[in-house]
T-cell receptor
Framework: SQQGEEDPQALSIQEGENATMNCSYK?????LQWYRQNSGRGLVHLIL?????REKHSGRLRVTLDTSKKSSSLLITASRAADTASYFC?????????????FGKGTKLSVKP | EAGVAQSPRYKIIEKRQSVAFWCNPI?????LYWYQQILGQGPKLLIQ????????DSQLPKDRFSAERLKGVDSTLKIQPAKLEDSAVYLC????????????FGPGTRLTAT
């Protein structure tokens, strides 16, 4: 079963704009991770936020976590054409099999030059 | 550091045939995962190994899928016999420890069963 649900399913923006993707999940978590997948490639880890953290930054990425609403958001600032990819959130659930990440269906981001 | 290696990259088989995929994780990574990613969906965990022991195989269709990680390093995933619905990308990932750390993914093997 898939725990994380990303929203929107698809997003199209112009280069230089910001992109925001949201993720909702159902059960308590140890941490939440965001991954990027370019077409035909494996997944690349972007950022991990632990359940006791509320916000984290990495370069042009900003992730927030609201455990009371069971939701997270990923913000990519000043987007580039190279950011075109699918973005997945994945949860490492509390009490579940440790390290067993449950992925959402992803948000497909298209950045037009 | 070398990444997670997988082979083959592509495989086309007829239904009811057998197929095997190979994965070599990042050196020193104790935990190895196999995921199935159907087109348009996120990856779904099939099996997780810690060294050469199985931690979680609850979503592995054991009537046709099997996996092993001999000597706690590389791993093979086998489907025998394949069905049309097994068409997917099979991703291998590894991590330093079980939880709280990122997973490193290989490029995947795209399986087409006809």
């Amino acid at each position: 079963s898939q725990q994380g649900e990303e929203d929107p399913q698809a997003l199209s923006i112009q280069e230089g704009e910001n992109a925001t993707m949201n993720c909702s999940y159902k059960t308590s978590i140890n941490n939440l991770q965001w991954y990027r997948q370019n077409s035909g490639r494996g997944l690349v880890h972007l950022i991990l936020i632990r359940s006791n953290e509320r916000e984290k930054h990495s370069g042009r990425l900003r992730v927030t976590l609201d455990t009371s609403k069971k939701s997270s958001s990923l913000l990519i600032t000043a987007s580039r054409a190279a950011d075109t990819a699918s973005y997945f959130c994945a949860t490492d659930s509390y009490g579940g099999s440790q390290g067993n990440l449950i992925f959402g269906k992803g948000t497909k981001l298209s950045v037009k030059p | 550091e070398a990444g997670v290696a997988q082979s083959p990259r592509y495989k086309i088989i007829e239904k009811r045939q057998s197929v095997a995929f190979w994965c070599n994780p990042i050196s020193g990574h104790a935990t190895l995962y196999w995921y199935q990613q159907i087109l348009g969906q996120g990856p779904k965990l099939l099996i997780q190994f810690q060294n050469n022991g199985v931690v979680d195989d609850s979503q592995l269709p054991k009537d046709r899928f099997s996996a092993e990680r001999l000597k706690g390093v590389d791993s093979t995933l086998k489907i025998q016999p394949a069905k049309l619905e097994d068409s997917a990308v099979y991703l291998c990932a590894s991590s330093l420890v079980q939880t709280g750390y990122e997973q490193y993914f290989g490029p995947g093997t795209r399986l087409t069963a006809t």
